[in-house]
Each structure stands twice: as structure tokens, then as C-alpha cells.
């Protein structure tokens, strides 16, 4: 691995091997700009001030270079009740101002980063630094454009600029110029009236008479769905945009399907097309792919390519098979393209494809048509359906009951290609604590928990972080800080079909 490894600890602070070190870059509420006033913690900042700070709570960040310029991306997933509202007893926000602090602090934060002294440094008054927020105006694009259940009383066709904002987003890809995903808005959608009559699948999106205590509703009318029903439809797609031009409007790619998107993990069939794997971070929920209609052109416009395209779920056989499942409307009782754009998870169920644990980040092998993707747990496999009431065995790549570990499932394409429909899967790593347990939650010897984020480098390093359990105590004995580990390829391997071997055993037994 060319460093040695730390040794599990409970420390505040970033532990690194020999010969690394860190240091802070940007903290939540640092200004974006020269004109940005700082953040003072006794008045917790304002709305405006707050459209041009780093915003809270980052899951994930992603640098990208163009022409000497190094642009960085952190995503801005949720904001904590105590740092925006801290000041009042109810660390509720009670006035349009709290709420406009809230918006403000989801989304994308932008800048640009350069050499500075002995670290890098945020460049102050680049013109990339900028922050995606929750009013950000966004075009809707692919099939699901201009169709009834996204046109609302502020935008009656659905269109260019229709669309505001991105909250709790997630991962993005670097070789896919620049694909950030978002969750649906169960944090922000909420009805001030609990008698009307719910649509048809807000339920297995999940959302309800409750939001997070957010309370959006109350000082932005779109987010009051019992007066604009249709505004939930409008979450919950993959957005595009470009660090480098300020003036590109996002993009929403409805074809990639409406869930709780993960990250959108980018490559190119042997064929030409662009096959995007997309993760949907919910227990028992599935795992997803994209195919473009057009083919990628070296040095061409590919501006494109993820307009249109075709949707499939994975389905995980016995035996290390699967297939991926074709989604077409004239099969599952939907009447288009975009019908399935808008209404996925319900398309998938009606396919049989498989549940599995919280699928959020896909990672692809740089050298080998193979990918992973992080199921991070499941408390409720074995024991509940999912929101849609399809069944959640402990089964296939989710072979434990209550689990709360999780594992990282593998999957090598037929034939070589990306764009085929047949794959061989294995677990590459069944995560656990062999010191508390001795049956299956004994996992491997990796004393982790809840796999998230993962990233294939060149090098042949997968790397894996983790966002679980630090508590150290029972199941997590041992496990202490949430970590980032570098695992090799085949050792895994080997430890994994090692597993599956014993299982099979005392199954048969």
C-alpha cells in the first residue's frame, strides 16, 4: 500500500499514517468571497450571508482541474438544528429569516483551491466560488420534462429554469463532468393541513404529514404540499453541473430515475454508450443503471448523451448470477418513459428486482469490466418490507438478518462489457466483529461498520469510507472512529469467498 497502517483509536482528531499530515482547508460558514461577512456564532449568520458560505454538513467533495485551475465540490447534505437556530430555546426555526438560513446552507458549495505556504488555500475571489442552494433555479431535462405530475402553479410546463434548488446532496463522479446527486425532499416537503388526500407514492418516498423539524413550509409556499402537490415530483433526480462555468444552469436528468440517489458512477460500454450505476440510499431498496441511446465521440459534443436512455435494476440470483432487469412501461402498468422517470422504485418492484441494504456508493474497477457497490446496513432485513411492501429476505447479497454492519457486493459484466445484461457477483467484504460474535455478523476480520463512500483508483486500490457507529461499545467494540481503509483487490477476494465457503457449510450442516 506504500504506508502503514494506523491502529483503531477514539481520538477528536484525524489520525494519519507516518509521513502524512493535515490540514483545515475550509470550515462550515467560512466565506466564499471577499465580500462575505464571517460568520459570528452568537448571531448564528443570516439567509444572504449564508448563500455565499460553505454550507453544512459535507458527505462527500470531489476536485476537479481545467486549464490550471483546481475547483473543489463538497455537497452540503443537512444542517443541524443547534448551528443555525442554536440561539433560540427551541433550535427551531420560528421566523422566514431561520428558514432562509436553513435553505441556504443545503446544497453544493464551489471554490477554487491553490498551493498556499505549506497547504493548499481557498482562492477568495475566484469566480467559480459559489453556492447550488435550495432556490438555485434548474432546468428539467430527459423524459420526465413537460410532463403533467412536474408542472406547478409557479411553472405550468415544466421546463428551463422551472426548478428550484438541491438539498441533501451526495457523490459525484470525476470523469463525469459533473454529475452531483440529491435525495428526495423528506426533510423539506410538508402539508399545513392533514386533510386532504395523499398522493399516489409520496408514502414510498417518504413523505409525510412531518418534515425534520425544517420547517420550509412556512416560509416558502412550494414546499406546503397540501397547496402544491406536485412539487415533490421535481426532487429527487441526479443534478448535472459545471464548476468551471458559472453561468450553466444545473440540470436535472430525470432519465436517471427519481429515488434516493447515491452517488452516479460513470463509464463507457465497449459499445460506445455511457453506462452510469446509481445507488438508492434506503433499506430494501435497489440497485440501479442507466444506458444512453447516443454513443459517446471522442472530441465530440457529448452535451447530451444523458437526456435519453434506458433504466434497469439489478437482480441477484443464487449461485453468484444476475441479470439486469429492463424497466419498460408496457410490462409494469405504466404508460411512458417518463411515467417510470417519475414513479421508479414502484416500476422496480413491479420488474422483481432485488432489495438490498442501503445501496449507496458504486465504485467501478479502472482495469476490469467489474464494479462494488457499499451496502451500509439494514436494520429491518429479515424482519419488515421495505416502503413499498416488497419482501427483504436475508438472502443473496444481503445474507444477515438485523444487519447492522453491512458488506460491499462485487459484480463482473459479461463478456468484458459494461452494456451487458448477465453478471457474476460475489460479497468482496462482509464487514462485522469477530471479537463480539461467532456466527455470520463475525463478518470478516475488518473491524468497520457501514461502508459509504468507495473509490477505485489506478493505483488498484479500493478505498472505503466509513459513516456508522463510533460509539466502541458492544457490537461496535473495537470498531472506535469512523475510518477511511485501502483494501486489495484479490486478498479481499479471497477473504470473501473464504466466508461464503463457511456459510455454505453451516447452511448444508
Not at 505556504?117 to 467559480?128: N, P, R, Y
Not at 410538508?190 to 409525510?208: A, D, E, L, Q
Not at 432485488?354 to 445501496?359: H, V
Not at 483487490?489 to 453451516?506: C, D, G, N, P, T
Amino acid at each position: 500500500m506504500g504506508f502503514k497502517a494506523v491502529a483503531a483509536n477514539s481520538l477528536d482528531t484525524v489520525t494519519l499514517p507516518d509521513g502524512f499530515s493535515w490540514k483545515t482547508l475550509v470550515v462550515k460558514r467560512n466565506p466564499l468571497s471577499p465580500a462575505t461577512p464571517k460568520f459570528f456564532h452568537a448571531t448564528r449568520s443570516t439567509g444572504v450571508a449564508q448563500e455565499i458560505q460553505f454550507g453544512d454538513n459535507n458527505d462527500v467533495m470531489q476536485l476537479y482541474t481545467r486549464d490550471g485551475r483546481a475547483v473543489m465540490v463538497a455537497n452540503n447534505e443537512h444542517s443541524k438544528r443547534r448551528i443555525p437556530w442554536g440561539t433560540k430555546a427551541s433550535k427551531l426555526p420560528q421566523t422566514e429569516g431561520d428558514v432562509s438560513k436553513g435553505k441556504a446552507s443545503h446544497g453544493l458549495s464551489l471554490f477554487r483551491i491553490r498551493p498556499g505556504g505549506s497547504c493548499w488555500e481557498v482562492v477568495l475571489d475566484a469566480t467559480e466560488n459559489r453556492h447550488i442552494t435550495a432556490d438555485t433555479p434548474m432546468d428539467i431535462v430527459g423524459p420526465a420534462c413537460g410532463h403533467d405530475l412536474l408542472k406547478t402553479e409557479s411553472a405550468p410546463i415544466a421546463l428551463s429554469c422551472s426548478a428550484l434548488g438541491t438539498t441533501a446532496a451526495l457523490a459525484a463522479r470525476p470523469e463525469a463532468p459533473i454529475r452531483r446527486t440529491r435525495k428526495i425532499l423528506t426533510a423539506t416537503f410538508s402539508p399545513t393541513t392533514k386533510k386532504w388526500r395523499w398522493p399516489k407514492g409520496f408514502k414510498r418516498c417518504g413523505i409525510s404529514h412531518k418534515d425534520w423539524g425544517d420547517n420550509w413550509a412556512m416560509a416558502d409556499d412550494r414546499c406546503d404540499i397540501a397547496k402544491h402537490p406536485n412539487e415533490p415530483h421535481r426532487a429527487g433526480y441526479v443534478v448535472e453541473i459545471d464548476p468551471f462555468k458559472t453561468s450553466a444552469v444545473p440540470k436535472k436528468r430525470t432519465a436517471f430515475g427519481r429515488f434516493k440517489h447515491e452517488n452516479a458512477e460513470v463509464v463507457i460500454a465497449a459499445d460506445g454508450h455511457i453506462v452510469v450505476d446509481l445507488g438508492d440510499d434506503e433499506r430494501g431498496e435497489f440497485l440501479y443503471r442507466f444506458i444512453s441511446t447516443g454513443t459517446y465521440s471522442k472530441g465530440g459534443n457529448n452535451s447530451n448523451l444523458l437526456k435519453d436512455g434506458e433504466l434497469y435494476a439489478a437482480k441477484f440470483h443464487d449461485g453468484g448470477k444476475g441479470d439486469w432487469l429492463h424497466l419498460p412501461p408496457a410490462t409494469i402498468g405504466m404508460a411512458s418513459k417518463a411515467d417510470i422517470c417519475i414513479h421508479t422504485r414502484r416500476a422496480v418492484s413491479a420488474v422483481g428486482a432485488t432489495t438490498i441494504d442501503r445501496p449507496e456508493w458504486v465504485a467501478a474497477n479502472s482495469h476490469k469490466t467489474e464494479a462494488y457497490c457499499a451496502l451500509t446496513n439494514n436494520k429491518n432485513r429479515g424482519k419488515v418490507t421495505n416502503k413499498g411492501g416488497d419482501a427483504v429476505p436475508a438472502v443473496g447479497p444481503n445474507p444477515r438478518a438485523g444487519n447492522n454492519y453491512g458488506q460491499i457486493v462485487r459484480w463482473r459484466l459479461m463478456g468484458g462489457d459494461h452494456g451487458a445484461t448477465k453478471f457474476a457477483w460475489d460479497l468482496f467484504v462482509i464487514v462485522g466483529s469477530p471479537t463480539v460474535h461467532d456466527d455470520a455478523f463475525a463478518g470478516s476480520q475488518n473491524m468497520f461498520n457501514s461502508p459509504d463512500g468507495i473509490k477505485h483508483y489506478e493505483a488498484g486500490i479500493l478505498y472505503i469510507q466509513t459513516d456508522g457507529k463510533y460509539s466502541n461499545k458492544g457490537d461496535f467494540a473495537g470498531m472506535c472512529s469512523n475510518q477511511m481503509l485501502a483494501t486489495d483487490h484479490e486478498a479481499a477476494a479471497v477473504a470473501a469467498a473464504s466466508w461464503s465457503a463457511r456459510r455454505s457449510v453451516r447452511s448444508q450442516a
